[in-house]
């Protein structure tokens, strides 16, 4: 009865690379090294409200900023490998994957979310070290963006970072370039990195990054990625990944039942929710990978819709399956973070 939602989710699909480039955080905005790009290259004015898919979007008073990054929705062309912003079409279905995450944020945050040039579906298929330019071209677009807010829109207000899958990996790239700023350092809620990984090795290399531990703790880094049971390896997770678990906040295998999930919700392209399901699932961090494991879930009722995922990969769900848990914690977090005084804020390690 799920095949309903295949063309929805199938925009939710992973934009696969390596990171790339060298951040020095010496100065108020690190330079950046990119290799094998032309910064200039058709570089986006984001002082223009046009080349944002959301620009401050509220209602009513919010009490902290979202910067959200796109997931994947373009499937790239013979010789093209990274999203025309100036594309009508590709335009919308940016917006309409948007929406599908609003939901969990928008109660709580204004919302800024820039256009920019991803990378497409094409670029996995291609050696690394060509695909590294493309996802390189993504992060400038996001970099700018993501500056000119600070610089413009931010205003000392509490801030979240927030991505899915490709958008993830963006919003990582942004946490190890900025996070040890001291401007970033004062406002960060939390960065929402889900569906993507975290390293022992990105700790180890860029030790001021810090995985939540708990519910409530600000300035951290919130991740997982969902499997079934019995999975051993996904090209989403090649190696060891770091999380939490989003029913009951532990980074342990303690087990959250299936009642601590508050609901599993499957938006539309609007934002408008419209399958809801309590208790859908219980779930279970795997000390060995690092991934979040789901305990009540039938796979043929959630297929992985491309054979990227193998069966048991649940990385399109990872938002849908803890929807209502994500939400209470996005306010809860915000709403310890302002209650903070500044010199109390985390400062990282």
């Not at 350092?185 to 993507?196: C, E, M, P």
């Not at 219980?282 to 069966?311: C, M, S």
């Not at 310890?336 to 500044?342: K, Y």
């Amino acid at each position: 009865m799920y095949k309903r939602f295949t063309c929805i989710l199938l925009m939710l699909l992973l934009a696969l690379a390596a990171l790339s480039g060298c951040y020095a955080n010496t100065d108020y905005f690190p330079k950046v090294c990119l290799s094998r790009v032309e910064v200039s290259t058709q570089k986006l004015d984001y002082s223009l409200e046009e080349n944002w898919a959301y620009f401050g979007i509220k209602t009513g008073l919010k009490e902290a900023d979202l910067f959200l990054i796109a997931p994947t929705v373009f499937l790239g062309k013979e010789n093209v490998f990274n999203m025309s912003v100036g594309n009508d079409v590709m335009r919308q279905r940016f917006i309409n994957a948007l929406n599908m995450q609003r939901g969990i944020y928008e109660e709580t945050c204004r919302m800024f979310a820039p256009f920019y040039r991803q990378a497409g579906l094409n670029v996995y298929s291609i050696h690394e070290t060509d695909a590294t330019e493309y996802f390189s071209i993504a992060y400038i677009d996001i970099r700018n963006a993501f500056m000119h807010y600070i610089q413009n829109y931010n205003n000392g207000r509490p801030l979240v970072i927030a991505g899915f899958s490709q958008g993830a990996d963006m919003a990582l790239r942004l946490m190890k370039e900025f996070g040890d700023t001291e401007k970033i350092k004062k406002i960060l809620v939390a960065a929402y990195i889900i569906g993507w990984r975290v390293t022992e090795n990105d700790i180890s290399a860029y030790p001021f990054l810090r995985m939540a531990q708990g519910e409530t703790d600000t300035g951290v880094i919130v991740s997982f990625n969902t499997e079934a049971e019995g999975v051993e390896y996904s090209i989403i997770v090649p190696e060891r990944t770091l999380g939490i678990n989003p029913l009951n906040w532990h980074v342990d295998n303690t087990i959250a039942p299936r009642y601590y999930n508050k609901g599993a919700c499957f938006p539309n392209y609007y934002g408008e929710i419209i399958k809801e399901i309590p208790h859908l699932t219980g779930a279970y961090i795997d000390l060995v990978r690092g991934v979040l494991k789901v305990t009540d879930i039938n796979h043929i009722e959630f297929p992985p819709v491309l054979d990227l995922f193998g069966e048991g990969v649940y990385h399109i769900y990872d938002y849908q399956f803890f929807y209502r848990n994500l939400q209470e914690n996005v306010a809860a977090r915000v709403r310890v973070f302002t209650s903070l005084p500044v010199e109390s804020i985390p400062k990282g390690k």
